[in-house]
Structures are given as structure tokens and as C-alpha cells.
């Protein structure tokens, strides 16, 4: 199966934003101060709240992984010659 090139497109877009914007998620989730994410402050002590909202991050990271993954493969496949796949190791 083959992608269109707008869909591949937006498929990279949509992993590399996932990547920044889950990124910057969890490093604000880090720093709160506000106590929601630790105990006092201290990084020793997490909460609910930060093992909850850890857990949505990686589990987003991951998926805008796969899916920014599937659309470089589009792009990649657009590339290649007619009557060519690229070269996979998977397969």
C-alpha cells in the first residue's frame, strides 16, 4: 500500500510535533513546583498526578514515534523508481 504524498506529509508532521510538544510535556511535568507532581517539591516523593501524566506522555511519545515513522516510509516509498520498493531488512 502506498501513501499519498500529502498524507505522508502530515503523518511526519504530526510525529515530529508529537515528539516536541510530549518532550516538552514531561520536562515541564518535571520542573512543577506547584506540588501536583511531588511532594513538597521533592523529586524523591512523585504523586498519582505524575506517574499518570508520565505514563499518557511516553504512551503519546511513542505512538507520534510510529506514526511519524510510517510516514517517512510514505515519503521514502515516493522516492523510489517505479516498480521499486525501497530496500527493508524487515521483510
Not at 498524507?7 to 508529537?18: C, I, P, Q, R
Not at 512523585?46 to 510516514?71: D, E, K, N, Y
Request: avoid cysteine; aromatic fraction near 14%; proline fraction near 4%.
Amino acid at each position: 500500500m502506498k501513501l499519498s504524498r500529502p498524507v505522508s506529509w502530515f503523518l511526519t508532521a504530526f510525529g515530529v510535533w508529537s515528539v516536541f510538544i510530549w518532550t516538552t510535556f514531561v520536562k515541564n511535568l518535571w520542573k512543577d513546583s506547584g506540588g501536583q507532581a511531588f511532594v513538597n517539591g521533592d523529586h524523591s516523593q512523585p504523586t498519582a498526578f505524575f506517574w499518570v501524566h508520565l505514563l499518557l506522555a511516553v504512551t503519546s511519545l511513542l505512538l507520534g514515534l510510529a506514526i511519524g515513522w510510517i510516514g517517512v516510509r510514505g515519503l521514502r516509498a515516493l522516492r523510489a523508481p517505479r516498480g521499486q520498493e525501497p530496500a527493508t531488512t524487515a521483510e
